[in-house]
């Protein structure tokens, strides 16, 4: 069977994720696993904007070989997998405006016979999985669910970061976990067993709170910052940022020599040595704010740190630029079990299953920088937030 597994991925954590359910998938059986990143998509047809003034539709795909091979990939899948991180509690904004009617319509997945969806969160659990279960079998009513997972992944979100010289790891556990969860897919896909799941409130109103909390948390996190001394102009951010927040501004122009310059007399030399005298633009990114969901992948992924979130002192924060794994964790395809290093596991923030460590350990990383009343009034705000949501879902 052809499967393909589209994932939105914010530093690499769920995108590991589907790495390792794709290992255990063509571990047995004849299976063609293909990765496609969602990003790509939501970057391109412009899904999930604040403004929502750059979607493109379905009609409207130009000749982009990428795409379009994207687009190819996603029509041939007899098994799809979907797999987000969670901002604000939900799929980040464009996940599942991706998968309207009007951008990746029906027809595209006709030949979908099984599904299943997973998620990455970094401190709570979250409806995600419910929600794209639910968006993923609108597109195509028969294909048989065959079951999720929600993983316990290193914090990406700006406000619960890890302090320097302390990052987050993955969980060994948490690895053997979704391991667990490929040879689970593999009895389903066999069986053609359909898993059930409920959906605790309408999607409506999953998204109207999905709208609100991403909202509170952007106004909570803040505008970034951008130190020019720091930037190197690779465009990294510019290329990454999936909602087309960051974009290029010249920074500085550097003039073309002149033909006396270079040591030319005449044009017809300067045409035979196939010279071109052209000015020379430096270029630095800047952000449109009012597209900015502040989600933090610009920072994470900056190779300068030059990019930085001055209200959670970020100077005094990780990043992670990609996942992070056990050191017990072998990264050969090979190998079938992982080594069950209890070190590994300690140190990571997500081998803990009490929410009361939980609470603990948020509440010392909003702190970090924050000084007086600022610091006292964010952490407030932000716990009240945590705890509402988690009551509600």
């Not at 797999?83 to 027809?107: A, M, N, R």
């Not at 605790?200 to 970034?224: E, F, H």
Request: glycine share 6%; hydrophobic share 35%.
């Amino acid at each position: 069977m052809k499967i393909v597994i589209i994932t939105f991925s914010n530093t690499g954590n769920t995108q590991m994720m589907g790495k390792i359910i794709g290992e255990e998938l063509c571990r047995e059986g004849e299976h063609e696993v293909v990765k496609v990143d969602g990003f790509s998509l939501i970057k391109y047809f412009g899904v999930g904007g604040r403004t929502g003034s750059k979607i493109k539709s379905f009609e409207d795909i130009d000749n982009s070989k990428k795409i379009k091979d994207m687009i190819e990939t996603i029509k041939s899948a007899e098994v799809l997998g979907v797999g987000s991180y969670v901002y604000g509690f939900f799929p980040p904004p464009g996940v599942t405006e991706l998968f309207d009617e009007v951008v990746l319509p029906k027809t595209l997945f006709q030949k979908m016979q099984f599904f299943f969806v997973f998620s990455s969160h970094g401190s709570l659990k979250s409806p995600t999985c419910t929600i794209l279960r639910e968006t993923i079998q609108t597109k195509n009513p028969s294909a048989i669910f065959c079951g999720s997972i929600d993983l316990h992944c290193p914090e990406t979100a700006v406000e619960l970061m890890a302090p320097l010289g302390h990052p987050d790891e993955w969980s060994t556990k948490e690895i053997e976990r979704l391991r667990e969860f490929g040879k689970t897919l593999l009895v389903s896909l066999t069986k053609k067993e359909k898993k059930t799941g409920k959906t605790i409130i309408p999607m409506k109103a999953y998204k109207v709170a999905q709208s609100t909390s991403q909202n509170i948390i952007r106004d909570i996190t803040g505008k970034l910052s951008i130190s020019e001394d720091l930037c190197i102009g690779c465009m990294k951010c510019v290329n990454v940022c999936p909602w087309n927040a960051m974009e290029k501004k010249v920074k500085n122009v550097k003039k073309a020599p002149s033909e006396s310059e270079k040591g030319i007399e005449n044009k017809e030399q300067m045409e035979s040595h196939a010279i071109k005298i052209k000015d020379i633009e430096e270029y630095v990114p800047m952000c449109n704010d009012k597209e900015c969901w502040h989600c933090a992948r610009c920072y994470n992924l900056c190779p300068k740190k030059a990019i930085s979130f001055p209200r959670f002192n970020t100077q005094l924060r990780v990043q992670h630029s990609a996942p992070k794994l056990p050191s017990s964790y072998n990264k050969s395809e090979n190998q079938s079990e992982l080594s069950e290093s209890s070190s590994a596991t300690k140190q990571s923030a997500s081998s803990s299953s009490n929410d009361l460590p939980k609470f603990v350990s948020l509440a010392h990383r909003m702190f970090i920088g924050h000084r007086g009343i600022e610091g006292f009034l964010v952490i407030l705000l932000c716990f009240t937030i945590l705890l509402i949501l988690k009551k509600l879902l």
